[in-house]
């Protein structure tokens, strides 16, 4: 069964080095469209829910501009692998491992994510 996210209280949770850490309510991720937010330790970190449901987080510097932006990028799949493209410059970064699609020597922190 599938709960819509409007009726239930799960909170958006990354597991940092000393434990899970609480972002938002699930049901402030739209769909297809990432947000920010700030980390304890001042890093900012994009989160992303897609169509199907799953959450995804990564560090929101492009590595190639150095400007917190991918949060504000293009969500896609390509050959089944979710990624955002970053708004500045086009890189796509696949949202599981954190890897460039376009340079595969740059790649972004990721974070495990869960709905508790």
Known sequence: MT????TTALKVQLL????????CDLSLLTPGRG???LLPDG?????FRDRAGRTYAIDNRDPFTGAAVLSRGLTGSH???AFVASP????RFDLESGQCLDDPDVR?????????
């Open 108 to 116: 972004v922190a990721v974070y495990e994510v869960r709905a508790a």
């Open 35 to 37: 947000v920010a937010a």
């Open 88 to 91: 500045l410059l086009k890189q």
């Open 79 to 81: 050959q089944g692998r």
């Open 3 to 6: 709960l819509a996210p409007e």
């Open 43 to 47: 890093r900012q970190v994009a989160v």
């Open 16 to 23: 940092l080095e000393k434990g899970w850490f609480t972002v």
